[in-house]
């Protein structure tokens, strides 16, 4: 495990991207472990590879490589957990991932619990019947195809939940900003109502400028006139 995350990245979204690209190969190969587990869904699996591995054999290296992905993601969940938070969207997004690890954990267990006790009927009713035990587990993988099919909407409730937590994050920092804007115009204001003498002195600085506009004006005016009259005359 010490191991494991001895190669993590420091930066906060190489490590969601790393996280988020275990979770994916993780979810896939529990459903393809999950079916296997239940003795209904590893057929096309095992066409080709029933000649050189048992079910037993594929069932314990899938085990493997399931249980060292899971090892790798709590790595990367401990490295996210070591990051200085920067708000509420950074705090529910370690508290996702760590949900969805304990929900692939406690999956993986359950999966791996289901195989032991089949195995154990299937050796039992084999001894007691032949061969009758190969279609005890049929409701099984039906079971946790729905159970699969519920954490799926739990994972997707809760990224719908971040998604709206972070444009609720946006939308109050927006909302600060627009006060502070507003508190600087209410002060600006207040100096000029406090101080009537810089009031007085920039609106006899606004009406001087308006004078000398005017007169410049005037005199363009004027000038033009008189040099159109000269040379028409």
């Known amino acids: 495990m010490a191991n494991v995350g001895s190669g993590l990245p420091s930066n906060w979204e190489d490590l969601r991207k790393q996280a988020r ?97 089949r195995r154990e009927r299937e050796d039992l009713l084999r001894g007691a019947e032949g061969n009758g035990s190969q279609h005890i587990p049929g409701g099984l993988s039906r079971r946790d195809q729905y159970t699969k099919e519920g954490a799926h909407l739990h994972s997707s409730h809760h990224m719908v939940d971040e998604q709206i937590n972070i444009a609720m994050e946006t939308r109050e920092h927006l ?20 101080f009537p003498a810089i009031h007085s002195l920039i609106h006899r600085i606004n009406s001087r400028k308006k004078r000398d506009s005017l007169i410049v004006g005037i005199v363009v005016g004027v000038c033009t006139f008189l040099m159109l009259l000269y040379a028409f005359n």
């Open 175 to 194: 909302s600060t900003q627009r006060q502070s804007f507003k508190k600087l115009q209410t002060r600006f204001n207040d100096m000029s109502n406090r």
């Open 21 to 117: 690209n275990l979770e994916n190969d993780i979810d896939v190969k529990l459903v393809a472990f999950s079916k296997l587990g239940a003795g209904g869904g590893g057929s096309s699996l095992q066409a080709d590879t029933v000649p050189l591995l048992s079910a037993d054999d594929m069932f314990e290296t899938m085990a493997m490589e399931i249980q060292q992905l899971i090892n790798r993601l709590a790595a990367v969940n401990d490295k996210m957990a070591e990051q200085t938070s920067s708000g509420a969207a950074m705090l529910h997004t370690r508290q996702r991932h760590r949900e969805i690890l304990q929900d692939y954990q406690q999956e993986f267990r359950k999966t791996q619990g289901n195989w032991i006790s």
